[in-house]
């Protein structure tokens, strides 16, 4: 499927939820969770990125609800779940245990696991911890959390986005490699939300620009929403996501000597998490299926890279858990 470019499809239309709650994990977090489709489909999860974006019910638009059980889960201090933007005790080794915890709470034996950006970034460490849980991977635009990855995202794309930059440089971003995210860190710990407004839009642009979207202008709601989102991806990205040098790789190798079926899909020109990054994920994943979608960025709803998405949840549940052949 190498240099696919996809007709438009349209997503399912969201079943309403026949099971939600919170579920209650280690350091007073409470994780909302929500289950669409049938109770008797083929088990999928759905890994939001972020960190701390949150789930939405047009994420299991991607799935045959009279095929598939569609569990969406809000990782610790995003969405509905509770402490909203909860920093303590909220790391990547956590997310992974919980995402076994709600596993097990909701007796399912395997699943298949979605996430695109840092959605997949989670779902390749949860799937080298947990092999034998997986029925398969499907992957988008996948984060690798190297220090090379956070220098490209925190100034290093700044020639390719020369407009986008202007808003950091206003509020005197240090153009030093590697100096913009410890700079940001600080505003944010020390700064009253009511100063960083100027912050978070430029914040807002910044990433729009990488991912080849439009930005738009910010409510005061808008701002305080992104504001507790990106204070949550601030905390994993100091500490290096919570993931060892090299780490994401590592755990790609543990699922090629897994055999777990995996897919990914990448738009060829995003700039938050780009297409380069993937070739060497894909490296370490001989066996992989692989899309790459013309002409797209990191928005998973366009036009081209939903048809992909779907086409290949299809072909999932068609084929009993496997997209056998399928390069």
């Not at 438009?8 to 350091?27: N, Q, R």
């Not at 005061?220 to 996501?241: K, T």
Request: hydrophobic fraction near 45%.
């Amino acid at each position: 499927m190498a240099g696919m470019t996809a007709a438009s499809a349209t997503l399912h239309a969201p079943s309403p939820p026949f099971d939600s709650g919170w579920l209650a994990v280690s350091g007073s977090h409470r994780l909302y969770y929500e289950q669409r489709g049938v109770p008797a489909g083929m088990p999928v999860l759905i890994l939001h990125g972020g960190p701390g974006s949150g789930c939405s019910p047009l994420m299991a638009g991607f799935f045959d609800p009279a095929e598939y059980r569609v569990v969406l889960l809000d990782q610790r201090g995003a969405g509905k779940s509770l402490p909203a933007g909860g920093c303590e005790e909220n790391t990547t080794p956590a997310l992974i245990d919980d995402i076994e915890v709600l596993r097990r709470h909701l007796g399912i034996d395997r699943w298949l696991v979605m996430g695109g950006s840092w959605g997949a970034t989670l779902g390749l460490l949860y799937a080298a911890a947990h092999p034998a849980q997986l029925s398969g991977l499907l992957l988008r635009n996948p984060f690798l959390a190297r220090a090379a990855d956070l220098d490209w995202f925190f100034g290093g794309a700044r020639q390719h986005h020369p407009y986008a930059w202007q808003g950091w440089a206003a509020l005197g971003v240090p153009d030093a490699p590697g100096a913009m995210l410890p700079w940001l860190a600080e505003r944010f710990d020390r700064a009253l939300p009511a100063a960083l407004a100027a912050h978070v839009t430029a914040w807002h642009v910044w990433e729009c620009a990488l991912a080849r979207l439009p930005s738009r202008a910010l409510t005061p709601a808008d701002i305080d929403l992104l504001q507790q989102r990106y204070r949550l991806q601030l905390h994993y990205f100091r500490h290096a996501c919570f993931v060892s040098a090299g780490g994401v790789l590592a755990a790609a190798k543990c699922i090629a000597a897994a055999n777990v079926p995996i897919h990914i899909l990448q738009g060829l020109v995003d700039h938050v998490c780009p297409a380069s990054a993937t070739a060497v994920l894909l490296d370490n994943l001989p066996n992989a299926g692989r899309t790459w979608v013309e002409g797209v960025g990191h928005d998973p709803y366009h036009p081209a890279m939903q048809a992909a998405t779907l086409q290949l949840a299809d072909a999932f549940v068609r084929l009993n858990g496997s997209w056998s052949g399928q390069r």
